[in-house]
């Protein structure tokens, strides 16, 4: 089976490595190109800077697309399937934004478009969430999808160093990027919530401005401090839950209780769950990101192809309905100046130098927050535990 | 499709139900025999309490073995085989002792030997095993993979409770059967851990009198209530290694720090973690007992084989070599006798009413706590974290 990768960084680079080392069942696969940026010199023999010389060859049946961003991955992906070749993803950007259109054009294609690596990187999420979408409704998905942030969160736990010092370290690790807003304020964790969303509801959302997102940019080591000293662990995480005609879905710093298995995540691990009816809760927890855990992920959707393992049809025939207010919660709010009045319904209570609002409907919080955001641009905000978390 | 359950308790029940409620995929499966013992009343059209009428009849293409024990479980399978017919069990003991026969059978006869359910309940983890060995050498495998011993282990702890007084409490609840020993001795562990390093290494291992077990019935409440005061919680723990031409395998009281996964895992819930050279660390985390869990795991199983998703081939080719001693660890013995004489070699230090002993070869360990049983029946002991677990 002869492959062509779309951009040679950390995840194209592992992808190539682990082909050309050859184990176990990935013998019968070879890549035969590698489309690198005009202008880059080519040092293996597969390169080439033409994406036309790639379309059009022949030979190749299967494209990986690990450029990120969304064009002109969106359109090399789109072109690939429309020259009747497989395609498979790492990049959660593009495929939340426009996963109709690539799965209805592979389908019109008579090829495959799988994307395992997307979410969760090495973690067989999609594989199991498929899997258990064969018997089961799932009706939550819940999570830790992005390890920057569980990184930085962590880091911050264990030496007590401010938000700005240990993202400064996570970006010399090469664990976030110059730029970290995507990891940071919740937009990666969307895409991947998405995703999953699309998959378990069978319905095609993105992420847009109705969607209640919260980062952790504004988090201090004071919070950590007191959380730590109230028993408790902040992860950002991803929320979707579906009920009756209904589904939601959000991402926010969450408060774990000491003995939740999310509040002992460590370093820069996922850990994603499912519920279903019969099979109950499962969790799938692994390496979220980093070259051979991802680069893995996509070898074993080309192995899906090669070995016939058809994925889940996704058609998006589901009518259910977003209500960012399907679900309520209590939770806790840090802020310079006093907002008790913008929560006068939700029985703020004060508690040290914090906020508790209770049983708030979650997209009224998130719409709340922007007004608080708005007098206050560093408060903070944290989900509490259901089982009573106290503050 | 048509399927035969053979045996109709709880699994054999929930497998039922799941199919008649023919939700999602399972609507192309049909139950159309069901084996009952002799001289017990049919209450449904399809029970019968003939196995030849079942293994006669060319309509049924997968037969569901979920009556337990090793016979006559083992000849209905092979007879089942023979017949042409798919089969599918739940029946970690059957399947420990004889996988070669059930694996070979099964391909003379072109048809598939599939036992998702028996490790682990309702979490995908033969699949996630053998995905995994697609593109990675498996070096271990480690997990908490019995729920009745967790149970008893995170009720003690929660509780303060003696082991007696939780063990009769989980036989009420239906957690532990009438006669706990499997599940509490180890040989339930190390039947699942057999049949995982099975998959893992191609190579035939039975639990037999050379592998070392060593269960929780002799834990006390002080016991518990010492480890807890060290921040560490004691886990029943199956753990397997693979090292150059070797692989060493255990099942032993596994001391954990308090933010480790496993110390966290509660209830009757299993976690199951690989370490392949690509992937990284996975774990796999659900219920690894009860009707609906173990159920869908049966019914994943035959839908793999009405969708040809063909598990892995396994042939036992491996030349790799069984040494109890392969890894050395820390150990906490604690006895009413004085048996630092029996540890002299491995810098034997007194810790409270502790033993404390360190570096000793896994397989010596076994055998020197042998003689420790020999003149103190309720002693005890317990691994200690490599990372250092004080205690």
Same mark, same amino acid.
């Given at each position: 089976m002869n492959i062509a990768i779309l951009g040679f960084g950390t995840v194209g680079t592992g992808v190539y490595e682990i082909i050309k080392k050859a184990s176990r069942q990935t013998t019968n696969l070879s890549v035969k190109k590698i489309l690198i940026r005009k202008n880059k010199k080519a040092e293996l023999p597969e390169m080439t800077d033409s994406i036309e010389e790639i379309l059009n060859d022949d030979d190749i049946d299967v494209v990986v697309e690990v450029i990120g961003g969304i064009e002109p991955a969106h359109q090399y992906i789109l072109d690939a399937l429309k020259h009747k070749k497989h395609v498979i993803t790492a990049n959660k950007a593009v495929i939340a934004r426009h996963m109709d259109e690539f799965s209805s054009v592979a389908a019109e294609n008579d090829v495959k478009f799988y994307f395992e690596s997307s979410v969760g990187g090495g973690i067989p999420w999609i594989q199991g969430l498929?899997?258990?979408?064969?018997?089961?409704d799932v009706d939550s998905i819940t999570g830790i999808f992005n390890g920057t942030s569980n990184f930085i969160?962590?880091?911050m736990?264990?030496?007590?160093?401010s938000f700005s010092d240990v993202l400064l370290n996570a970006q010399q690790l090469g664990y976030a990027e110059a730029d970290p807003s995507a990891d940071i304020d919740g937009l990666d964790v969307a895409n991947k919530l998405c995703i999953s969303a699309d998959i378990a509801y069978d319905i095609f959302v993105t992420p847009n401005d109705n969607l209640p997102i919260f980062g952790i940019r504004n988090i201090s080591e004071e919070d950590i401090a007191h959380f730590t000293s109230k028993n408790l662990t902040v992860k950002l995480m991803g929320k979707s839950h579906q009920l009756g005609n209904e589904f939601d879905y959000v991402v926010e710093p969450t408060l774990c209780k000491a003995e939740a298995i999310e509040a002992n995540v460590p370093d820069n691990y996922n850990v994603i769950s499912?519920?279903?009816?019969?099979?109950?809760t499962l969790k799938f927890m692994?390496?979220?990101?980093?070259?051979?855990?991802?680069?893995?992920?996509?070898?074993?959707?080309?192995? $899906?192809?090669?070995?016939?393992? &058809?994925h889940l049809r996704r058609e998006f025939h589901s009518n259910l309905k977003f209500?960012?207010?399907?679900?309520?919660? $209590?939770?806790?709010?840090?802020? &310079?100046i006093d907002v008790a009045d913008i929560f006068a319904d939700y029985q703020p209570e004060t508690r040290n130098d914090y906020l508790m609002v209770h049983d708030v409907p979650v997209g009224t919080m998130h719409n709340l927050m922007k007004d608080v955001l708005k007098k206050d641009e560093l408060a903070f905000m944290a989900s509490v535990p259901a089982e009573g978390g106290v503050l």
């Open positions: 498929e899997r258990a979408l064969r018997i089961d969160l962590d880091q736990k264990k030496t007590g160093r499912l519920h279903g009816n019969t099979i109950g692994g390496q979220g990101a980093g070259q051979f855990p991802t680069a893995n992920a996509v070898i074993q959707d080309i192995l $899906d192809i090669y070995q016939e393992k &058809e209500n960012a207010n399907l679900t309520k919660s $209590d939770y806790v709010v840090r802020s &310079e």
